[in-house]
């Protein structure tokens, strides 16, 4: 089983920065990608930004230019660095952490820090 907790959500206003940290503990070898999803109040959950434990990224078109996503492996850490925010990114900013086991591969959540934007 693998743990995550994510903290650094806020509210903060439009043009303004946050920085989201998400922290993995117990069987963390074997973990892959890391990733930030977030949701919206009526809308389903959306990739915003992920990382392979090589460092490649990959960005939603909505974020890039803006947030950045880095991660330290001796920390066990990702974090997302949000610049410039928008009303837009309003949402429950979501850590996951995809895991090889065996032939599978097993995703692992955290429980949502709230990211609030205003105009």
């Known amino acids: 089983q693998v743990q995550l907790v994510e903290s650094g959500g806020g509210l903060v206003q439009a043009g303004g920065s946050l920085r989201l940290s998400c922290t993995a503990s117990?069987?963390?070898?074997?973990?892959?990608?890391m990733g930030w999803y977030r949701q919206a109040p009526g809308k389903q959950r959306e990739l915003v930004a992920s990382?392979?434990?090589?460092?490649?990224?990959n960005y939603a078109d909505s974020v890039k230019g803006r947030f950045t996503i880095s991660r330290d492996n001796t920390k066990n850490t990702v974090y997302l660095q949000m610049n410039s925010l928008k009303p837009a990114d309003t949402a429950v900013y979501y850590c996951?952490?995809?895991?090889?086991?065996?032939?599978?591969?097993?995703?692992?959540w955290g429980q949502g820090t709230q990211v609030t934007v205003s105009s």
């Open positions: 996951r952490a995809d895991r090889n086991e065996g032939w599978a591969i097993k995703a692992y």
């Open positions: 117990g069987s963390i070898f074997s973990i892959n990608a």
């Open positions: 990382i392979t434990s090589g460092g490649s990224t």
